[in-house]
């Protein structure tokens, strides 16, 4: 494979709406060479829409999202400290079962996708602060630039089947799926 980029492809199995959160300094979406949005110190959010995802999947998302604790939190109530910028990538709910040819059947469509990845932007902006949530361009072609901070890189789903949640290195479940305590980030990626 030389001379091809490595990209990381993931396997989401029905009904997991799935998002990947990174802490930033700053980030900012480009398309046509046009500067669509930007912000400074935040999360940086690609979320998906599943085929099967309903409103209340994805605000739940939205809160999820919100809630998450990527920075040290000594006043209590969110932990984003900065802003927050949401990208559609319909491209991880990528199966990659078979082939090498990435299937993104388990994406929601057209219409649907865009309504309901909407409504998780305008769930973002209630639950948090309308002005320093910022959006991409649903279904075009962008540019992400990043720079991240940490680097502090979090998967997050809504509803993870019984068998992926299981099989998730990292959780603090033990083989019968009960909860073991809390699970902290290394207190240096938190300072």
């Known amino acids: ?37 930007s912000i400074g110190k935040g999360v940086l959010v690609f979320a998906a829409v599943a ?10 998302m939205a809160a999820k999202v919100l809630k998450m604790k990527m920075w040290p939190d000594d006043a209590g ?24 040819k990435p299937d993104f059947h388990g994406a929601a469509g057209g219409e649907q996708a865009r309504e309901l990845y909407d409504h998780f932007v305008k769930n973002v902006q209630e639950l948090y602060e309308k002005d320093k ?11 992400v630039n990043l720079q991240n901070d940490g680097p502090v890189t979090l998967e997050i789903q809504t509803n993870p089947s019984s068998t992926q949640a299981k099989g998730n290195a990292g959780t603090n479940a033990d083989a019968k799926g009960e909860k073991k305590g809390e699970y902290q980030l290394p207190a240096e990626l938190l300072e």
């Open 1 to 37: 494979m030389k001379g091809k980029p490595f990209t990381h492809t993931r396997l989401c199995i029905s009904n997991c709406n799935p998002a990947i959160l990174q802490r930033v300094a700053s980030a900012s979406v480009t398309v046509d060479t046009q500067l669509i949005s």
């Open 51 to 60: 085929s099967d995802d309903t409103p209340k999947e994805v605000e739940s």
């Open 77 to 100: 109530g969110t932990d984003i400290r900065g802003e927050v910028l949401c990208i559609s990538q319909f491209t991880l709910l990528a199966s990659t079962k078979k082939g090498s």
């Open 133 to 143: 949530v910022k959006n991409g361009v649903f279904q075009a072609m962008m540019q």
